[in-house]
């Protein structure tokens, strides 16, 4: 079975820009959660679809968005970047059965914002 | 806020030696999990521990889930250079989101 991919894995972006990132579960997980990744912060986790749904939001501002579509897959998009976005960005999908599944993480896609 | 806080955050030691790293919080959680994450990936889960007292283990890995389920050890035993990453614990808070501590820095030299 294909693990979680996400692309792309790097990108290099100027502050004002706005950014699509792409995830793709594991076949047959319909929960698809989004993470960011920093030095300073750690993990902290974004928002999580659920059947095209946004079931959870973390405390980030409305410049972060989601979007999940009916195969599943979902992207994320960072309207109006600054320099502090710079991150490390993974998604991790589940089979959401139940709240503590075992979430099945991309390895990352690698925003710097210059 | 549920807030998840890991010691130490770095750890150098030979190979051989034994560690434990310890992940406490001031708030109850269902269940805590224990991830390990090599440069250029994800996470990947280790183990969730969901009964206070709970202990489980992985080979030379050992988990602990406190009595009072606010805090997590993870201990080490003989520890390899294959053994060299970042060692995350997370619990599910309240809103069903999952939490991480700042993690540790493991590096096991030969």
């Known amino acids: 079975k294909a693990g979680v991919t996400q692309t792309p894995r790097y990108l290099i972006k100027t502050r004002g820009q706005q950014v699509t990132l792409s995830c793709s579960p594991i076949?047959?997980?319909?929960?698809v959660s989004w993470y960011q990744q920093t030095p300073g912060q750690g993990l902290q986790f974004l928002f999580e679809?659920?059947?095209?749904?946004?079931?959870n939001k973390g405390n980030f501002p409305g410049r972060f968005s989601g979007r999940q579509f009916s195969n599943s897959r979902s992207e994320m998009n960072v309207s109006t970047l600054e320099l502090g976005d710079s991150a490390l960005y993974l998604c991790?999908?589940?089979?959401?059965?139940?709240?503590?599944?075992?979430?099945?993480f991309g390895p990352g896609t690698r925003l710097t914002v210059l | 806020t549920q807030l998840l806080e890991q010691s130490p955050q770095f750890l150098s030691i030979q190979e051989g030696e034994n560690l434990t790293v310890y992940c406490n919080s001031s708030s109850v959680f269902s269940s805590l999990q224990w991830y390990r994450q090599e440069p250029g990936e994800g996470p990947v889960l280790l183990v969730t521990v969901v009964t206070g007292g709970e202990v489980k283990k992985l080979k030379r890995l050992t988990f602990q889930f406190g009595d009072a389920r606010k805090d997590s050890s993870l201990h080490i035993t003989a520890a390899q250079p294959g053994d060299t990453g970042l060692y995350l614990c997370?619990?599910?808070?309240?809103?069903?989101?999952?939490?991480f501590g700042g993690g540790t820095r493991l590096m096991v030299k030969p």
């Open positions: 076949s047959g997980h319909r929960s």
């Open positions: 679809y659920f059947s095209e749904t946004q079931r």
């Open positions: 997370a619990g599910y808070n309240a809103g069903n989101m999952l939490t």
């Open positions: 991790a999908s589940s089979l959401k059965k139940e709240v503590a599944d075992t979430q099945y």
